[in-house]
């Protein structure tokens, strides 16, 4: 067994600030690919599962649905979106890499510019 909450303030290897809320330490840690794949396990690992994760999948899948639907996303050239390929010769601790950078344009959806979001509970 082990503690998410203390797995996830380890300073070894989050850094000094480990303790303090820095959603970009994700995004750089995993630039610089000093990071385990591991390290960060939202909702557990092993027979200690969170109860909650179907839950915040289906909140995270609404949203990603919001956004494409408030935006269009294109090719930075103009060319045809396709999906690459995964790196999958690796253990699949995490979620599986591409073979290379993706770079997309992303823009307002024409009509949809002045679109204001409530959430509803």
Not at 62 to 71: G, K, N, T
Not at 84 to 102: G, I, R, S, T
Request: include cysteine; glycine fraction near 8%.
């Amino acid at each position: 067994m082990i503690s998410g909450g203390t797995m996830h303030q380890l300073k070894t290897v989050w850094g000094d600030d480990a303790d303090e809320f820095n959603p970009r330490r994700f995004i750089e840690l995993a630039r610089s690919k000093e990071l385990h794949p591991a390290a960060f396990r939202a909702f557990g690992g092993g027979s200690t599962l969170c109860p909650g994760r179907h839950f915040a999948t289906n909140e995270i899948v609404l949203f990603v649905a919001l956004i494409l639907l408030r935006f269009d996303i294109e090719h930075p050239m103009g060319e045809k979106l396709t999906v690459p390929a995964k790196v999958d010769d690796v253990l699949p601790v995490h979620v599986l890499e591409p073979e290379h950078p993706v770079q997309v344009k992303i823009k307002p959806r024409a009509g949809w510019e002045d679109m204001t979001w409530y959430p509803t509970l």
